[in-house]
């Protein structure tokens, strides 16, 4: 009776030690393209995860005729179990279909996707959107291929690329699956949103992972160039030659729809982004605009990544709208100026979010005193465009307190650059922009006493037992 009492006592414990509610611990791999097998790439994956302090184990398809009970067990004495299929092992495939939380389908980018497929996920995977895409590239390509086609054919709810031998690609797969991937959110500003550029030098001086990219407006433009792969130094470099060294908003027009023709904002996305998908990027990327035409915020995460960005920041009255089909897109600041709610919907890890748009814009003496013609022409202020831009900007990005806070509740790390003294329509202002984003960050996360990666991290089963007895 003492020993039966043990063995159930036992099992129990690890029972109510299984992973939280609602977190994925059981993930399946399912091998969709010929000539290469995935259990290496399974198995470098579950050794970074073992590094975090997880146990995790392996096991393809000798595990085919195990009882149902087998599963549930290794299920429980585990953090995470990786179930991986091979190409051809179809019987194995459709089981661990069926048994998984999440499951991740593995293609190679330089081949055409299956006519067919063959191993379709549950209804509950496909529903929730819990299946994902990680598609090979080869260890010296400059940019991903083949990832439009493969999105068109399977439609994931996330897109991966992973590089063959790249230690970076496999623990980014590794903290997504531990829910320590940390996203990144960039608010809209205008001029002030060069602090985003401070404060991703000071995340990245601290080795702090960037995962995830979203962001609107501004906050856009400079979070693409993240997910682009560009360094720091192209980064900088890129900003200043697109925005810095000319105003974009100086081609002014006669105010039928816009103040600006947007022919030179159009001509600079062109110069810097060309014609990238939003999928063939090395991180996953989304920006956000405003649909006039719905009522509603338009999410963008697939299409060329250029013409996203262009209809983010969209400033209604500054530069002309966006026209999608039937829709009208303008800026995104319009009805989401910082969107790490839509972030939060995207992963469950640590999110980093810098916000600019709540600093002073519009003050009395800016309205009761306003520059003269002359004076605005004389000085050269004219290449800002004209001074109702920043009433424009100010009236269009206003953020209600419930949609603040709601976004603000969803971010782990905020970061919040003191920019009242830069004119938000001030393009020249770059260097104490980037110093304020960069001054902020540190503040920031010197207050930290952790890991930014272990803000969200789960606990392992020894962690939860010892909680629990």
């Not at 130094?233 to 006669?254: C, G, Y």
Request: aromatic content about 6%; some cysteine; charged content about 20%.
């Amino acid at each position: 009776m003492i020993e039966l009492a043990r063995l159930v006592i036992g099992r129990a414990r690890h029972a109510a030690a299984g992973p939280p509610l609602g977190e994925p611990s059981v993930f399946g791999f399912v091998a969709l393209s010929p000539g290469q097998r995935i259990r290496s790439l399974v198995e470098r994956v579950a050794t970074t995860v073992r590094s975090l302090g997880y146990s995790v184990t392996v096991i393809g398809s000798e595990a085919e005729n195990a009882p149902t009970e087998w599963f549930s067990n290794v299920a429980h004495v585990h953090d995470f179990v990786f179930y991986a299929a091979e190409l051809g092992e179809l019987a194995w495939g459709k089981l661990i279909c069926r048994q998984v939380d999440r499951l991740f389908r593995i293609g190679n980018g330089r081949l055409a996707p299956p006519e067919t497929i063959g191993l379709e996920p549950s209804e509950t995977l496909q529903s929730q959107q819990l299946v994902d895409l990680v598609l090979l590239q080869s260890a010296t390509c400059l940019t991903p291929v083949g990832s439009a086609r493969w999105s068109a054919t399977l439609s994931p709810a996330r897109l991966f690329q992973v590089r063959d031998g790249n230690r970076g690609d496999i623990d980014r797969l590794a903290r997504v699956i531990t829910g320590q991937a940390v996203g990144l959110v960039l608010s809209g500003g205008a001029a002030r949103a060069y602090a985003h550029i401070g404060a991703i030098r000071t995340m990245r001086e601290r080795n702090i992972p960037i995962d995830f990219v979203g962001g609107v407006s501004m906050g856009a433009v400079i979070g693409l160039g993240v997910a682009m792969g560009w360094a720091m130094d192209e980064l900088e470099h890129r900003i200043r030659r697109a925005f810095v060294d000319s105003s974009p908003l100086a081609d002014i027009a006669f105010p039928l729809i816009a103040l600006t023709h947007g022919r030179r904002v159009k001509e600079r996305l062109t110069e810097h982004f060309g014609d990238r998908q939003i999928c063939d990027l090395w991180l996953p990327f989304f920006c956000v605009s405003a649909n006039l035409t719905t009522g509603g915020y338009q999410l963008h995460r697939h299409g060329i990544a250029r013409e996203a960005v262009r209809a983010s920041i969209s400033l209604p009255g500054v530069l002309p709208p966006v026209v999608d089909g039937a829709n009208v897109l303008v800026d995104g600041a319009v009805m989401n100026n910082y969107p790490a709610d839509i972030m939060r919907a995207i992963q469950s890890g640590p999110i980093v979010g810098v916000d600019v748009s709540r600093g002073r814009s519009i003050n009395a003496d800016d309205l009761m005193n306003p520059t003269t013609l002359w004076r605005w022409l004389v000085t050269g202020a004219w290449r800002r465009g004209p001074p109702i831009v920043s009433l424009l900007m100010r009236a269009a990005t206003v953020s209600t307190g419930r949609d603040l806070a709601a976004a603000r509740a969803a971010t782990d790390v905020l970061i919040l650059p003191m920019v009242d003294e830069i004119e938000i329509r001030d393009w020249g202002s770059f260097d104490d922009a980037v110093a304020a984003g960069e001054i902020a960050a540190r503040a920031t996360l010197d207050a930290i006493d952790r890991p930014i990666t272990d803000l969200r991290k789960r606990a392992t089963i020894e962690e939860r037992l010892g909680l629990q007895f």
